[in-house]
């Protein structure tokens, strides 16, 4: 660095008053102005090119940076994201860091806060906990983010090993992280829940942490059931051995809304949470569990045109457009990843698991007797051409895929192809 501009800034301002501080900017010639501004875009630039997720201000939906996307509702699809202008193959559709997370109590170390693991020369440079043990921080950007861990710091919570519970109570310290008091905290959610058109509301955005419990508490949680309603009651047993919540819920209306509110995480978790790992090290893969509100708007469809995926060594969720998205077409993403399964066991799994019957073109289209006779009429080298077209779109190459299944249901023999 060539210039001497930090001399009028930093050394006139280290002697306090905004005055000066005031005086001093005024003092720095355009040139030195461009010099600072370049400096400033190196910080940044660098600071990208770390894991760390920004908010832009402005944006209502920053987790849709770089595509125009907007929500809308029909009768149909009830609330979805829609294109409003065509997007790209490959470009990113979606990009954020998880609402909420869990992960299985371990010694390993890992970032509490963006679940980096270290390299061989990093075991060092990770910032231990001073109060408790084996939680860590990759630095101090990610300590100062982590806003939840002081509720539960030294606390049974670590040890937490049913993840849907530890996730449910996470959420509930992240929401406490955004109020002074608890009252203020049921005020907020309550505003929120008296709403009768909650369930077919459309997010207002994820512009900040409270914006974002907002799309929480807009998501549809899985209908209540015996599973759930177990979960929840354990899930207050362990909470309330925290002692910063045993402090602050005591009168019965507070630990009555609590119970609501874990009720109303683990319905949302069972619906719209995310099970991935965290790999340690070369045999050991840690157990997380992970929520992210908007993304949780999404559709499903087993022709998506939208994939996802963890970016590596952090918990930030990526969606890539898979094909070219046309202006207004809705997006979708696939919840199940058995892509070449026959139509009817994707169904069921999907109507076990998200209790709905799907009518995705895919599904709709496959089950066709038209299908069936394609597949017995289609040489395998036709077959293997068909997949082996460049242009061909994933549905197309899923259609293929599908026919394949389905010689392989009636036996043909010579189906080992790559
Ligand atoms: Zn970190
Ligand atoms: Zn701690
Ligand atoms: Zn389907």
């Not at 419990?213 to 998501?219: G, K, N, P, Y």
Request: net charge neutral.
């Amino acid at each position: 660095m060539s210039s001497d501009y930090g001399k009028y800034v930093w050394q006139k301002h280290a002697y306090g008053a905004h005055r000066q501080f005031y005086v001093a900017n005024n003092e720095i010639s355009d040139e030195q102005y461009q010099e600072f501004k370049k400096v400033l875009a190196t910080f940044n630039n660098e600071r990208q090119h770390h894991q760390h997720f920004q908010i832009y201000k402005g944006d209502k939906f920053p987790c849709f940076q770089k595509v125009n996307v907007g929500f809308e509702s029909d009768s149909t699809y009830g609330r979805f994201l829609k294109a409003n202008q065509s997007i790209h193959f490959n470009q990113e559709v979606f990009k954020s860091a998880p609402f909420a997370s869990a992960v299985e109590p371990t010694s390993h170390q890992f970032c509490l806060t963006c679940h980096k693991v270290p390299s061989q020369t990093e075991h060092d440079t990770f910032i231990q906990c001073s109060q408790c043990i084996n939680v860590f921080f990759c630095c101090i950007q990610c300590k100062i983010d982590n806003q939840s861990h002081k509720f539960e710091c030294d606390t049974i919570f670590r040890h937490i090993t049913d993840l849907d519970i530890k996730l449910s109570i996470q959420m509930v310290l992240e929401a406490m992280t955004l109020f002074a008091t608890v009252n203020q905290l049921q005020s907020y959610i309550e505003r929120i829940v008296d709403d009768k058109t909650l369930s077919q509301s459309i997010p207002v955005g994820c512009f900040d942490k409270v914006a974002r419990l907002d799309c929480i508490m807009r998501l549809c949680p899985s209908p209540l059931d015996q599973k759930i309603c177990e979960k929840a009651s354990l899930a207050y047993k362990f909470v309330m051995e925290i002692p910063v919540i045993k402090m602050n819920f005591k009168l019965k209306s507070q630990t009555r809304f609590l119970k609501h509110l874990l009720m109303h995480f683990l319905g949302v978790i069972d619906a719209n949470a995310i099970v991935a790992h965290i790999k340690v090290s070369k045999s050991t893969q840690l157990k997380r569990l992970l929520i992210y509100e908007v993304f949780s708007f999404f559709n499903h469809s087993c022709c998506p045109n939208v994939f996802y995926y963890l970016q590596q060594n952090n918990n930030v969720m990526i969606g890539r457009a898979n094909h070219t998205i046309n202006q207004n077409e809705q997006l979708f993403i696939n919840y199940e990843f058995f892509y070449d399964n026959n139509t009817e066991e994707r169904r069921q799994y999907i109507e076990e698991n998200w209790k709905f019957i799907c009518h995705c073109n895919r599904c709709e289209q496959d089950v066709t007797e038209e299908s069936r006779q394609r597949a017995e009429e289609m040489s395998l080298d036709e077959l293997k051409t068909q997949l082996n077209t460049t242009d061909m779109t994933t549905w197309r190459r899923q259609h293929c895929a599908y026919i394949l299944r389905y010689m392989q249901l009636m036996n043909r023999p010579q189906l080992n192809i790559r």
